[in-house]
């Protein structure tokens, strides 16, 4: 058998993947932000003018949001709608762009202060939408879109307020032109007291003291920041049909995906089976189609597919292993 003929050496071991039963009916998370539908926060990180919201070492945001409803949940997530990430010019080949570097992090507690207990990263600068640049070309560009990090359910609030932060430890992100951009809903309805505001005096870390933390009050426009509280529900995704398939220097993976509600998909790869790591960006729309350097499926590698739905549950496919002895 030659590898064009085989392609790729499927294990007959079983996937890692749980075999689960699906709930009788779609069981959908909380949320809870200052809008009554995360959808509406449409502002600044999708284009036009960004109104400096950039997400950054010396600029955080923060909103205060009501106690939690009570409900049987049994998972948690703390979120943000992110768009505009950055890419500098290669001055070498100005047609050219390269991401700006960076992670960002939330943080949740029941007053304006934070510690470092509370405190959850959400996303690297290279999952993040790239702003567009209409003299060259970098990969990535794209809507903002929404990104969640799981929390202890015991971090959320069911009797007092629950406060939010956003900032970023990475020390070049300091301006609008090199920071991602945080979306916002405008006219956004008030109590009379502020519920979001601006910090433009940290260094980094969250404020640890409420003293001062509430330092700029938005009066018409807040934050896309946000709870998910996930049902105790049991819910399935399922991927299948993953195939690996060399082109010259790039190899094309594709699979399939069956989920009620999915949220992301993407291709990971581990030389042992025990430790992966995730090998494209996530995916959030059909055709589950990545392309990979061809150099990075080396023999004795391992590779899947995987996807998570709304509810935090992921599935995985079967394993693919690139044989020893193959190009």
């Known amino acids: 058998m030659t590898f064009l003929t085989s392609l790729w050496l499927i ?7 749980q075999t689960v039963e699906l709930s009788t009916s779609p069981v959908m998370p909380a949320y809870l932000s200052l809008s009554p539908n995360i959808n509406d926060f449409t502002r600044f990180a999708d284009g036009g003018p960004d109104d400096n919201w950039y997400v950054g070492f010396d600029n955080a945001w923060i909103v205060k949001l009501p106690s939690a409803p009570a409900g049987d949940f049994s998972r948690a997530f703390i979120g ?17 762009r390269e991401r700006i570097k960076g992670r960002i992090y939330m943080a949740i507690s029941p007053s304006p202060s934070f510690s470092a207990e509370q405190s959850f990263f959400l996303t690297d600068l290279k999952d993040i939408p790239l702003e567009s640049y209409p003299d060259s070309f970098a990969e990535g560009v794209g809507s903002s879109e929404w990104f969640w990090t799981e929390v202890p359910l015991s971090l959320i609030n069911f009797d007092r307020p629950n406060y939010l932060i956003i900032w970023s430890p990475s020390k070049f992100l300091v301006s609008d032109s090199s920071a991602p951009i945080l979306a916002g809903l405008s ?14 005096s940290i260094t980094g870390v969250p404020p640890r003291s409420p003293d001062g933390a509430l330092e700029t009050p938005l009066n018409n426009v807040s934050p896309a920041l946000a709870i998910k509280l996930v049902p105790n529900a049991v819910s399935e995704v399922s991927v299948g049909d993953f195939s690996l398939q060399r ?31 995730r090998a494209t960006p996530y995916r959030r729309r059909q055709p589950f189609l990545f392309t990979l350097d061809a150099a990075r499926l080396a023999p004795g590698t391992f590779w899947r597919a995987a996807a998570r739905d709304s509810l935090g549950t992921v599935g995985y496919s079967d394993i693919v292993a690139i044989p020893y002895g193959s190009p």
Do not use: M, Y
Request: proline letters at 4%.
């Open 11 to 17: 294990l007959a071991a079983p996937c890692f993947c």
């Open 80 to 96: 943000a709608k992110l768009g505009r990430a950055k890419a500098i010019q290669d001055p070498n080949k100005p047609w050219l």
């Open 187 to 200: 006219n956004a309805e008030q109590s009379g007291q502020a519920t979001a505001w601006n910090n433009h």
């Open 247 to 277: 082109f010259d220097a790039s190899a094309v993976g594709r699979f399939s995906v069956a989920s009620t509600d999915l949220d992301e998909a993407w291709i990971e790869s581990s030389r042992d089976r025990l430790n992966w790591t």
